[in-house]
């Protein structure tokens, strides 16, 4: 059947024509924060539960040294397997970027591919940020052109991971504008990620990740050697976007064209949960700045939100510590009553503190329309308003639109390093730190992206 739009090509070219001698300064800039960002939290994810069973399951297998792995020591295994396990690394604590209009971690879906890729082909750290850029900009555009409507059932990162990591390692092969549409094409078909995982705290969610940068390194590379994939991979009739899509947005894959790149509004994890409780926890951060606040004396929270948290993030009774993360009343009251969250807050433990369940019990999450119609106008203003009633009658309320870490609320280079620091310290030391930040920050004039971890 013939389609009347070209996006899926249109948007190849143009991903084919990014190029790092013409980024800004603050283009390369925030694409090396992107990574710096992203080895951190995987450093420390690396010592997790999933990843343990990840490294378990790839210990019997046929292995040889090819890129390194982000953890202590820095193994080498095989391309597929680094790229596989540092997804799974740097996703698993929930603390990865993220990308608010397309709703999407691009970082966990691009960073892997391209230094796995990169260090077997010896690439530059310039050729690195042109690839993770370009990766950047294919998941973005295209998480956009599916989301909000999709996102009920579709874990957008999972489902536009292939073509982000596809991307990726197109650029870093040198595909040409052909063999990118095929890219796309055999990316797409692949394209897998369920939201059910959350009903039972499952280990899902990282394999969607992992799965994606296989995907994506596989469809590069069949396509440089002439496999061909649909053309309309993503514009078709029974191609991507409309599969996933009730209400799509074709336009997003192709509009905007050399006005900025999709990596320049990234936003960066301060707290170690989903995203969608974020402007929620800086109001309870701003409020606790402000008030000496007693747990005992809260009457009710009431936290007015847009539609899309409340679908994902309104859970009162979580059972698991992964069930928490996408808890607004446990991040809420454990904000409140532990004054932390950090990873190691979302324990069982955490979730069954008596204090913590019962200011939990007080919170009411509820979506309010005039929130949710300025999330659907802007899909970056993901705004939470919390009320807080007290015994002796006072009312407390707090408004975040964009949370300390949001691209229009964002990091510095000293809090990016920071967390940086406070992630990895415990697990490669201050003297290993210091010298990968160095590298990290002058990433662009290092020649060959193995120097990194020597």
Known sequence: METT??????????LCGMDVSKFSDHTVDITKMCIEDFIGVAIAGSAKKESGIWKEYYSGKLTAPQASTFQPGFAQMTVEQAAALNAVFGHVMDMDDVHNASITHLAVITVPTAFA?????????????????AGYEAGARIGEAINPSSYKYWHTTGVVGAFAAGVTAAKLLGLDEEQMVNCLGSAGTQAAGLWEFLASGSMSKVLHTANANLCGLRSAELAKLGFTGAPTILEGDRAFVNALAPEPDLDSLTKGFNEGYRIEENSFKP???CRHTH?????IEKILSAHALDPEEIVSITDDTYSTAVQTTNNPYPENPY?????????????????????????VENINNPAVRALMEKIKVKVNKELDDEFKQDPNQWSHRLTICLKNGETITEQVDYPIGDFKNPFDREMADRKFRLLTEDMIGEEGVTKLLDRLHRLETIQDINEIFN
């Open 5 to 14: 739009t070209q996006q899926t090509r249109c948007l190849a070219a143009y």
């Open 117 to 133: 890729l990169g260090q077997q082909l010896g690439k530059s750290g310039k050729e690195i940020i042109e690839a993770v850029a």
């Open 271 to 273: 707290y170690a949960c």
């Open 279 to 283: 402007s929620a926890n800086y109001c």
């Open 323 to 347: 069930a928490a993360k996408f808890s607004l009343q446990f991040c809420i009251a454990a904000a409140i009553v532990l004054k932390d969250l950090s990873d190691r807050t979302f324990t």
